[in-house]
């Protein structure tokens, strides 16, 4: 065999090595393109929710929770102040509001809901007849740090038959997420370290 016959060969082999390699290469980079698609379409459908309602199939967009955070923490220290401060002149339906309010907060609610009754405030409320509705002007939320730290600014209106009567309501506290959701707590936050600050007379109607 000659010289140039064996060049030609090496030369072959290289040629055969390299497309052997570029070859390899190519397919590695085909599959990783293939995984990443396949992970991006795996996300996407997880964002899909179907929700059955009346019979009817409906998709849904799930969001990240910290996306609607702001939303879910107001609507959540709103609806426990509404349970907590709407008062009936009703012994049952007292209780009923307290228990939902207390599946919203930790024992700081309990003691002040203790602290009234202890007090006789809702045995005057109910003696007099008097109700109490409660009205959120605005929730301060503070997210940079956690627990979330928020200031309530809310109206009470007292209605008695002698007329209405309008407080001033300042309250703050924590929220703290917890890992579960319930019926009963349907946000999944906590209410912690809860105290009013102010509650003062305002008008007479």
């Not at 390299?18 to 995984?35: N, T």
């Not at 879910?72 to 907590?84: A, K, N, Q, S, V």
Request: charged letters at 25%.
């Amino acid at each position: 065999m000659s010289f140039e016959q064996l060049r030609n060969i090496d030369s072959a082999f290289k040629h055969v090595k390299a497309l052997s390699i570029g070859a390899i290469v190519a397919s590695l980079l085909c599959m990783a393109f293939c995984i990443y698609k396949s992970y991006q379409l795996v996300g996407k459908s997880a964002e899909r929710i179907y929700i059955l309602h009346n019979g009817k199939v409906l998709e849904a967009l799930a969001a990240d929770r910290r996306a609607n955070l702001p939303v879910e923490l107001r609507d959540h220290i709103r609806t426990f102040h509404g349970y907590f401060f709407s008062v009936s002149p009703d012994d049952g339906a007292i209780k009923r509001d307290m228990d939902k309010a207390l599946y919203l907060a930790d024992e700081s609610a309990k003691k002040e809901y203790d602290n009234l009754r202890e007090s006789g405030f809702y045995n005057r409320m109910i003696a007099a007849n008097i109700s109490q509705e409660i009205e959120v002007d605005s929730i301060a939320l503070s997210l940079h740090n956690y627990p979330y730290k928020f200031t309530c600014f809310a109206t009470e209106k007292m209605v008695r038959s002698s007329g209405i009567s309008y407080r001033k309501l300042v309250t703050a506290g924590e929220v703290r997420a917890l890992e579960d959701r319930s019926d009963e707590n349907p946000h999944g936050f906590l209410i912690q370290k809860w105290q009013t600050l102010e509650n003062r007379d305002l008008v007479v109607k």
